[in-house]
């Protein structure tokens, strides 16, 4: 079902590393808000239509600079770091998807913006789903990028792919283990889910190493994949009491990823789906072939203006 590599195998950040990230334009703000009982770290750039940018585990909002650059040319981009990572506050808990929609909602009242389009990733999928089908009314268009999303469609069989043992690796026990070896384990996603494992640069893995290692955050991360289960049935209770969700969406896999599996997963939850594969790339889309992503992205978005 997944394809060959799942198959087979800041601005305000200081720091060398994080000189040489993509950069968000100049004209980008950085903003914390109170909301939902933490704070969010948030770039806010650009004027237009709104577009919110999430990203998932293993990268903060930082992955979303290229993205960000093409997009505030002509919409008003949020970007912000999910509670527990990046420069988000870390919380001991709440890390449930549902619950993370009202972080999300919050942001976006904070800003006062009522709709909006959504791009996510891997776990940004998740929030960006429970946010969705929280707030449809403020779910323009929806584009969901390679990862799965509890308890929709083909889930239990994901689940059952050998690789993505790390869904139930977790506790105070793990967290020991990974203490001051961060990079040692996120190395293992940045190989093992990319289609060429040298596309996701020295740079960038230094960059987000550093990031997971403040206080808190593989706690957030682990808590993150831990919430799964309830996801699940939250996602389940969701479709069987409102059905799909309305709002058109672009689900998009890696050619060497998910690929067309992406679509499949998103038919299971949305009445409206549009199939999309990013070529020559696996999970890690944003560095290994950010090109085809966001003229994709931008096409989808682009509709019905």
Request: aromatic share 10%.
């Amino acid at each position: 079902m997944l394809k060959s590599v799942i198959a087979a195998g800041v601005i305000g950040f200081a720091g060398a590393a994080s000189a040489q990230m993509p950069a968000f334009p100049a004209t980008f703000a950085t903003q914390e808000i109170e909301t939902n009982g933490t704070t969010i770290h948030v770039r806010v750039g650009g004027a237009g239509p709104a577009v919110v940018l999430l990203h998932g585990y293993g990268e903060t909002g930082d992955m979303w600079a290229p993205m960000a650059v093409d997009l505030a040319r002509d919409h008003r981009v949020i970007v912000p770091d999910l509670r527990g990572l990046g420069l988000s506050a870390k919380p001991p808990a709440g890390f449930d998807k549902m619950n993370q929609a009202g972080d999300v909602a919050g942001v976006l009242a904070a800003l006062k913006i009522e709709r909006a389009d959504l791009v996510t990733h891997d776990i940004g999928n998740m929030v960006g789903f429970a946010f969705a089908a929280r707030f449809p009314g403020q779910v323009r268009r929806f584009v969901l990028i390679d990862a799965p999303v509890p308890g929709v469609g083909p889930w239990e069989d994901i689940l059952k792919n050998p690789l993505l043992w790390h869904f139930r690796f977790g506790g105070p026990d793990m967290e020991r283990l990974v203490a001051g070896r961060e990079r040692i384990y996120l190395d293992r996603f940045w190989n093992e889910f990319s289609a060429n494992p040298n596309r996701f640069s020295e740079t960038a893995r230094e960059h987000y190493a550093r990031l997971y290692a403040l206080p808190g955050a593989m706690h957030s991360g682990f808590a993150q994949f831990a919430a799964f289960d309830q996801d699940a049935i939250d996602n389940a209770q969701f479709l069987k009491a409102q059905g799909k969700l309305p709002m058109p969406v672009l689900a998009i896999g890696g050619e060497k990823s998910f690929g067309t599996t992406m679509a499949t997963v998103m038919r299971s939850g949305a009445s409206d789906v549009t199939e999309g594969v990013i070529a020559d790339s696996g999970h890690w889309i944003m560095e290994e072939n950010p090109t085809a992503t966001i003229a994709m992205v931008r096409a989808f978005l682009e509709k019905g203006r």
